[in-house]
Nanobody, 121 residues
Framework: QVQLVESGGGLVQAGGSLRLSCAAS????????MRWYCQAPGKQRELVAA???????NYADSVKGRFTISRDNAKNTVYLQMNSLKPEDTAVYYC???????????????WGQGTQVTVSS
């Protein structure tokens, strides 16, 4: 069994910062790409940032220069440092990971349960 657990969301004023964490646990052999998505009310879930196992990153245009994705492979954890937050960043943020499970063939994609980020103006 594998779980992804997010933390770090909350309420912050515009211009403030938050750091989200997402820790993967369970019978994991290795983790490939890890990603953060966001979903605002009434909107589709969209990709915010992604990072490969070797540290290559890519970002949505709306967050470039403000958000930074990173990971700690020893801890099976991905982070999202969110700076200069705007009210339009308000959403539920989800992480996902493509990983190999011990003793189970194939690549598996898991999602976290989501963490709310609210930015007040």
């Amino acid at each position: 069994q594998v779980q992804l657990v997010e933390s770090g969301g909350g309420l912050v004023q515009a211009g403030g910062s938050l750091r989200l964490s997402c820790a993967a646990s369970g019978s994991i052999s290795s983790i490939n790409d890890m990603r953060w998505y966001c979903q605002a009310p009434g909107k589709q879930r969209e990709l915010v940032a992604a990072i490969t196992s070797t540290g290559s990153t890519n970002y949505a245009d709306s967050v470039k220069g403000r958000f930074t994705i990173s990971r700690d492979n020893a801890k099976n954890t991905v982070y999202l440092q969110m700076n200069s937050l705007k009210p339009e960043d308000t959403a539920v943020y989800y992480c996902n990971a493509d990983l190999l499970r011990i003793g189970v063939p194939g690549s598996w994609r898991y999602w976290g349960q989501g963490t709310q980020v609210t930015v007040s103006s």
